[in-house]
């Protein structure tokens, strides 16, 4: 544990990339092939379940440290942080060792989860007093779920591929999957991550494990500039931006698997696509978007007929049809689909009501071969075949968008937000399938239309994480219920923020916040409404859930209005304007 303490230390200090290459490099070079397994699944992204209630870490901690409630609270409050409170509260320790990480994984703290609180408590004591007090914060970080530091899933792929003297692209498609919630690496599964090129590996079995998405570079330029930076719009496929889930589906050796981007296996929850995945050929791999898709037949039962009945005239051409499809809202707000992520039962009802399908737009595996080095339009035209061939209720073919020229292509743009979609997917007709946010094989850009957008009074401020655990940086914003002739309108709490300020600017309205609290509930200020700022946001929908009635999704600050009074900010009924059509939600 010692060993991979100072490492999280060295990264979390630095910001330097070189500086924390090198402190990885030098780790991994250096650590048991056991340790070195965990460090790169937590480094990477690996987020092990929560293994202790919050509030038994609390009590217990408290009892440990000898305090009153009211002072662990103050404590608390002071430093912003549970797991980093804890840490410098906790007594010397009295019997440290020096096992590794795998090992305090093993016997430690997996056993954990899911002990009777009495046993938890007693195994919590025994292991506090054995961590030194370098070891307290990335302990208590793993013990909490929240474990998190400044580096990137990148710089990790890279200073593997340093080690074992790979491609990093090699490394990259070894890791996919390694970080899978449940996931318990072991030494095999680290030798194997850096094994040299033409050694057996985790891809001797492929089994379900995907490939790395191909991720794409936003482009903003202005219109005019266009023809100059892109060529004709005839040397790209343009297809609509889905606001859902990108996923893979995997449909191999008998059996179907389905990841998100993140890396997560997402199966379980999306059992209408395992099946569909069941009637595709073995050795397809597909890469799409997961949405909420209502047949026309059901949209027709609630909307009129001149919204959705007109749409679907017979089409011979299945890309024309989904279109139109789309058009007559098949394709649902991200609301609807959230309803489906979080839930860890599926039910027969949430399937009828909020069923779900794969919008497809790349074909990466046929018939066991792997297409990613075809052109975009080569790989387009099998994955064409592929669903004509099997045609499948919960599996459509994402629509391409044609127009002469740049401009015609900006007008259809416009209608994105109508369709529930974020804008347009550039990709070259030539591009082949790369590994991460790469140009070197070709390139996807995503033109996305401007951000929604409201003016929102700061009401509440929480201090941050790491590097911000001694600024108040995130925080809550609100709109008025009521227009200012309403003398009884008062502000409603709808959306959180806690990206889009400068350093500086964090800084000034930290001292803001500290200047103007009216009460304190633990790390969280209840602060006097002085501070404007215009939110803005990707998709905003109706939400039972939330005081306001509405949910956004995406939100950040886009400026500080220091220009714009309080009593000028937007209100409930100007959220209001911006949902989608009752045909979309």
């Not at 840490?87 to 009777?116: E, F, N, V």
């Not at 005239?313 to 959230?338: S, Y």
């Not at 600017?505 to 969280?524: C, H, L, N, Y």
């Not at 306001?548 to 009593?567: E, H, Q």
Request: aromatic residues 8%.
């Amino acid at each position: 544990m010692k060993a991979f303490a100072a490492l999280y230390h060295a990264l979390d200090a630095s910001t330097s990339s070189n500086a924390k290459q090198a402190a990885l490099q030098a780790y991994l070079r250096a650590a048991a092939p056991q340790d070195a397994a965990w460090a790169v699944y937590f480094l990477a992204g690996g987020k092990p379940r929560q293994l202790v209630p919050t509030r038994v870490l609390r009590d217990l901690a408290r009892e440990a440290a000898a305090l009153p409630e009211w002072l662990f609270e103050e404590s608390y409050d002071a430093v912003g942080d549970l797991a980093e409170t804890i840490s410098l509260l906790l007594p010397a320790p009295t019997q440290p060792d020096d096992r590794g990480l795998a090992d305090w994984m093993a016997h430690d703290l997996l056993p954990l989860r899911g002990l009777p609180p009495d046993a938890q408590r007693a195994r919590l004591l025994a292991q506090w007093q054995r961590l030194a007090p370098g070891e307290r914060l990335p302990y208590f970080k793993l013990i909490t779920g929240a474990f998190r530091v400044g580096v990137s899933k990148l710089q990790v792929t890279q200073a593997l591929a340093a080690v074992g003297g790979l491609d990093a692209k090699t490394v990259a498609q070894r890791l996919m999957g390694y970080t899978a919630i449940g996931a318990q690496p072991t030494a095999r599964d680290y030798l194997a991550l850096i094994a040299p090129h033409d050694a057996p590996t985790l891809l001797g079995a492929r089994g379900g494990q995907p490939y790395p998405f191909f991720l794409a570079h936003p482009f903003n330029e202005p219109l005019a500039r266009f023809d100059e930076l892109l060529g004709a719009p005839a040397d790209w496929l343009i297809e609509w931006k889905w606001d859902g889930i990108r996923a893979q589906l995997v449909r191999r050796d008998g059996d179907v698997w389905l990841w998100s981007r993140g890396e997560e296996l997402i199966t379980e929850r999306f059992p209408e696509l395992q099946a569909m995945g069941h009637t595709l050929p073995e050795g397809t791999v597909i890469d799409g978007e997961i949405v909420v898709w209502k047949a026309p037949e059901t949209i027709a039962a609630s909307t009129s007929p001149s919204s959705a009945g007109a749409a679907f005239d017979a089409q011979p051409d299945p890309d024309r049809a989904d279109a139109l499809a789309v058009l007559a809202g098949c394709v649902q707000p991200f609301a609807e689909l959230q309803k489906r992520i979080g839930r860890k039962t599926v039910t027969p009802k949430l399937l009828r009501e909020q069923p779900a399908a794969l919008l497809a737009y790349d074909l990466l595996e046929d018939g066991g071969q792997d297409l990613r080095t075809l052109p975009q339009h080569q790989r387009r035209a099998r994955l064409e075949a592929l669903v004509a061939a099997h045609p499948h209720p919960a599996l459509h073919l994402s629509p391409h968008v044609e127009g002469p020229d740049w401009p015609d292509l900006a007008r259809q743009r416009d209608a994105a937000r109508r369709l529930g979609t974020e804008g347009f997917m550039l990709k070259r007709r030539d591009a082949a399938y790369g590994v991460g946010r790469t140009k070197d094989v070709g390139v996807w850009w995503k033109w996305k239309i401007d951000p929604m957008s409201v003016d929102a009074v700061l009401i509440y401020a929480q201090r941050g994480h790491g590097r911000r655990a001694s600024l108040y940086s995130d925080y809550t914003f609100a709109v008025w219920s009521g227009p200012p002739e309403d003398p009884g309108r008062t502000l409603v709490p709808f959306a959180k923020a806690y990206s889009g300020l400068t350093d500086e600017e964090m800084r000034q309205v930290d001292a803001i916040v500290r200047k103007t609290t009216r009460e304190s509930f633990g790390p969280v200020r209840s602060v006097e409404p002085t501070l404007v700022f215009e939110l803005g946001f990707e998709g905003i929908a109706r939400s039972a859930r939330h005081k306001s009635g509405i949910a956004v999704r995406f939100p950040r600050m886009l400026r500080w209005r220091v220009d714009k009074p309080v009593d000028e900010a937007d209100t409930l009924a100007t959220l209001a304007a911006l949902l989608p059509t009752p045909g979309h939600g």
